[in-house]
């Protein structure tokens, strides 16, 4: 009797084991995919479905003494290159040879952000790998993020099963239907790859967005309807271009989801309403003497309750 008793309590350790460790499937593939994806030194060929346009880009990845960049390089007209380094993004335009440098606040990957503490997700997502599938001839494993509120959007990822790095990359919304889509045709690792940098020489060079850090403590309004798990990540001041007209931001994220909240002071030629491109919805009103913005990756629903609840202090 007590063999079988102990037999059975094996058993049910080893269950509970497998069972623990489908669990944590999820959180340990994402995690798996963080780090190839800042890691590795690979590049492909990127094709790029939003808003109904369809585009063709060679993507280049390095990682060099701790130094991060990013390249795009464009296919199809308007021929162009896109460099990311850290928190700037380059572009030159090889027809008009210009440069256009844009400085970000905060990085973000061409492909997909994610927070560094990726446990953060599941108080707003369930994580869930799905089946497995082919991908530029890739295995993959098809990860599925789905919102617990209708705040946000579903994503699928095709994380390959060799090295960890995204091969696909959906948003969709409450129906399933895709709004934007990231694929790559083929990619690779490249032990090799070396960083880039853009030619400066004999061409017009343009700075946009040029920011000035301000404190969250410096905010002229409140958030009254802010969805649970976006957070206050930065608020800046920027220059608009070629007004040089001051405007505020505010940047959220739930770590997966971003919003943006821009004010702007004694607006002209403000036109307020809702508009929709894809996966981008932004909602503008004006209160008192101030414009504002609220844009985010988010469904309508999410920056509608955004601006319903802005209070603004002074008046």
Sequence with gaps: MLRWLALLGALSFIGSSVAGEAEDKPLSLLIAMQQAMASLNYQGTLAILKNAKLDTLHYFHTMQKGVEQERLVSLNS????VIRDADQVS????????????????????????????SMLEKQ??????????????????????????????????IAKQSHLPLKIEVQDFTGETLEQVIFTDLRVVDGLTKVDIAMADKKVQHIHQFEALGIEQLPFQLHNLPDGFEKRAFIRTHLHP?????????????????????????????????TAGAVNSLSRVIGDYSITVLGDVPAATVELIAQGIVFTEQ
């Design 78 to 81: 308007p021929l162009r290159e």
């Design 91 to 118: 572009c030159l335009f090889k027809a008009a040879q210009q440069v256009v440098i844009d400085h970000k606040p905060v990085g973000q990957s061409f492909l997909l952000d994610l927070p560094k503490d990726l």
């Design 125 to 158: 997502y369930t994580l869930a790998v799905e089946h497995e599938a082919q991908v530029a001839l890739q295995a993959a494993d098809v990860m599925l993020i789905k919102p617990v509120d209708q705040f946000r959007y579903t994503r699928k990822y095709w």
């Design 243 to 275: 007004s040089n007209k001051a405007v505020e931001q505010l940047l959220l994220s739930d770590g997966l989801s971003s919003v943006s909240v821009y004010v702007e002071k004694n607006p002209q030629n403000f036109h307020a309403g809702l508009q």
